[in-house]
Each structure stands twice: as C-alpha cells, then as structure tokens.
C-alpha cells in the first residue's frame, strides 16, 4: 500500500510538471528589444503620419519614448507633463500629482489623447486627467486637469483610464483598481468630462478583488475588455506570493462596449469571471498593464505589456520592469498571443 500511494505521488507529481511546463509553453516569449527603459503600464500608439513608434509609461511625469521599429532601439525622449499635473488632490495625497500612472494614448479628432491617473498607493483619492498634443512629441502636450475623480470610501478607484468609443460613436471612460474593481462612465462629447454615474462590469470577489489595469479593445462584432488581476509589483525574491497570485492578464466580451462582458465559459466578468490570456511563464514574470495597438507596417494588433523579468541584476525586480510585445491571433474568436 505505502509502495501504491508513492508511485501515485511520482504519477502526479509528473503529470503536474507536464502541465505546468504545457502552460507556460502555451504562452510565446515577447519580442526581443534594444535600447528599452523602466516600463510600466504601457500605451504604444503609432503615428500616422510617419510611422514612428510612441510609448508612454507609468512614473518619470508620464515618460515617452520613440523608435522608428517596433524591436527598438527604444529611446526616452522626454514626459507628457514635465510641470507635473493641474489637478489638486486633498492635502495629504498632493504629491500623486507628481507621479503621472497609467497614461491611456489614443488618435481622436485630428489630434492625441492622454488621460492619465495621480493618486498615491493605496488611496482612493484619486484623479483621472486629460492632456492633449498634436503630434505626442514632448513639449507639445496641453494639460486640461480634472476629468474625473474618487474619494475614500468610493465604489471604485479612478486610476489606470482608458478610452473607448462605443457602437454608438459614443466615447466611454472605463477604469479602476482593486476595491469594488472596474467600473465605465460616458464622457461628454468633448472627451474632457463626464455624463452620467459610473456602472460597474468587472468584479473578482476574491480578496482583496485584485483587478486593475483595464483596456477594451474593439475586433470583429465584439468589445474585448482585458484586465490585470493578482500582486503587480514590490516582488521579492525570496518572499515571493503563491504561484499564481502575482500579475497576469484575463478577458471578457461583449457585443456592446457597454457590456456585460462574459468569458469564453460564459461566465459574466462582474461573478468572477476571466478567461486568461497571459501569465507567467520562463524570464516573464508578472505580465499586465496591457494595451493594444494596430501596426500598419504588419497589419497585426500587438499586445502591449510590461513584465518583470526573472534574469536581471535583481530578479524580480520593479526596477526593471520591461516592456513586452507580442501579435495577436483572432481566428478563434478569442485573444490567443503569438510571436512577432
């Protein structure tokens, strides 16, 4: 019996490491770059004019940097507000103002939008702003300040913004971090304010319900929302969290850009649902912070990302948190990353 129940151990043990290694083969391996920075939260935007490539970050006042080719050379050119934000958070959360997250870039109306959060970590007195630019070019970016904001004891968390125009033509602001987790507003047509109450579509129930980060994504007939959920960053290496708890990135679709978002199960996204899109998996560590991007050059969408590489002077590391990029496959129905 004790010589049964050992073998059945190595058994499952064995097909554990088969599963383990299946999964992580699952997911490709980003593009190698050259000349890239500290990033995190990234928005790749690429402009129509000449094809150059704009990246936009979190911290450094909302850091940008260019490349003429989507492997780099990635090289930092300057912020979106070097005079830090307009916006004015209650006295003892003030400085989020210098601290530019999660900027949100997109072509709207012949020129660039920005929206971009201040707040402090782990505060609810948070702000959404708005800066507008023609050309994305440091120097060049207009601050409009407030475009919406949340208090202690809110809902929700107004951080990591993000853009999307309706099926109406109508433009949406959905956002959030944590608490009661995603939540969009409608935006007057001017993009600079709100119109209405916020109404939530994404919820984990597990606490500490770990989503942020989210970006809806418009292919086909659907309205793809994706969004981070797990421990983002302040890895260390040898206190790292349970496997499986760090950053990865899950999906929900919809008909309407208004929701309700299901998962491929079915599942609607406000009951904890989520298909999963990325993970863990060989020098990538903790992936989220997603956007998406259309690159005229291949014709593919591009999954943007940042991740916490494994091998690094410091593995685990924030410090050197790194840009991730892979193509997209569609041909599902569903979002299934590939390699550029």
């Known amino acids: 019996m004790m010589h049964y129940s050992l073998s059945l151990t190595t058994v499952l043990l064995g097909l554990l490491a088969l599963i383990s290694c299946s999964i992580a083969a699952s997911f490709p391996d980003p593009l190698p770059l050259s000349g890239s920075a500290f990033i995190h939260d990234p928005s790749l935007v690429q402009r129509a004019s000449d094809g150059k490539y704009y990246l936009f970050t979190t911290h450094n006042k909302g850091g940008i940097l260019t490349a003429t080719n989507l492997a780099g050379p990635w090289t930092s050119v300057g912020p979106i ?34 929206y971009y959060a201040v707040s402090t970590f782990g505060s609810q007195n948070s702000a959404i702003g708005l800066a507008t630019s023609s050309s994305m070019d440091p120097g060049t970016w207009t601050d409009h300040g407030q475009v919406f904001a949340s208090t202690t004891g809110a809902a929700y968390n107004a951080i990591d913004p993000n853009l999307v125009i309706d099926e109406h033509g109508s433009p949406v602001l959905t956002f959030g971090s944590f608490w009661s987790d995603i939540y969009q507003v409608n935006l007057a047509s001017n993009l600079q304010s709100v119109s209405g109450s916020p109404v939530q579509v994404s919820f984990n129930s ?44 899950f999906v929900g679709r919809s008909p309407s850009a208004h929701g309700p978002f299901v ?6 996204l406000r009951q904890t649902g989520g298909t999963l899109v990325l993970a863990s998996h060989g020098n990538v560590y903790a992936p989220g ?13 591009i999954f943007v990302y940042h991740y916490v590489p494994v091998n690094s002077p410091q593995p685990y590391s924030d410090t050197y948190a790194s840009l991730g990029l892979n193509a997209i496959d569609w041909s599902s129905g569903w979002p299934v990353l590939t390699s550029i």
Do not use: M
């Not at 507000?81 to 709207?108: C, E, M, Q, T, Y």
């Not at 302040?234 to 206190?239: E, I, K, P, S, T």
């Open 263 to 268: 998962d491929k199960s079915g599942r609607d």
């Open 206 to 249: 597990t606490s500490p319900q770990p989503e942020e980060g989210v970006f809806v994504w418009k292919h086909g007939n659907f309205y793809y929302l994706f969004f981070s959920s797990g421990t983002c960053c302040g890895f260390v290496a040898n206190n790292l969290p349970p496997a499986g708890n760090e950053y990865k990135v």
């Open 289 to 301: 912070g997603q956007s998406i991007f259309t690159d005229s050059k291949s014709g593919k969408d």
């Open 81 to 114: 507000l070097p005079s830090d934000s307009s916006i004015n958070l209650p006295l003892h959360d003030l400085a989020g103002r210098d601290d530019i997250w999660a900027p949100d870039v997109s072509f709207h109306n012949g020129q660039y939008y920005a």
